[in-house]
């Protein structure tokens, strides 16, 4: 693992499936180093709320790609989480609903959406802490840390019924669906750090990692 980008900046990739608590721990990380945060996932959502929102056809790469290349979307990363404006209008809060959960697998499975999301992540400047599920491996090979957080299907099942409607059986088989939709473009990084979530509490997550960060990174490489 190199300690900077070929850029001379930090970027700490956290990967992992729905709900692997992965947007927490980066949040929480990027505030303790100082750093900001990325969410890739707000991007194939925004895609999503677009795509949704004009009719079109979610398996038709080329209508999706054309809909989005004629919208102007923007990410701004922000500490406290990060906000999307479409054509200047912030959606954010439509952005993590039952049917953008649903819908946002058959998006994101388009080669040409990914290298959209893609285009839009390498041009975020700086040094940064991004979540997503191919962060490690498509999107920033060359990270200065990179990790795979995992917790077993039960657990996340639970953590996502505390977040959205419907029943934990119902909840349980939604990110079944979505963990077999995204198992192509969510293999872990060969050099990334491992961490199991489920036994351990947030604060506990967020300090392992943030041991990790320290024994890869220079001393006071980002920590402030
Ligand atoms: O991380 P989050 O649950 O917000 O991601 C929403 C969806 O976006 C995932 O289920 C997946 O389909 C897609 N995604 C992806 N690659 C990423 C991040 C998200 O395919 N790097």
Redesign the pocket.
Known sequence: MSAMTAEGRTVITIDGP?ASG??TVARLLADRLGIAYV????L??AATHVALRSNVELTDEEAVVTLLRSHEVALEPDPSGNRVRVDGVDVTAELHTDAIDVA??TV?RHARV?AWVTERLREVRGSFVI?????GTA?FPQASVKFFLTADPEVRAARRAGERSGELRQVAERLRR?DE??AR?SAPAPDAIFLDTGPLTLEEVVERVLQDVRAALPLGAVER
Request: aromatic share 4%.
């Open positions: 729905a992965k947007s969410s890739s996932g707000l194939y959502r946002v697998s994101a990914r979540d997503g599920r191919d962060m999107v979505r939709q995204d473009q």
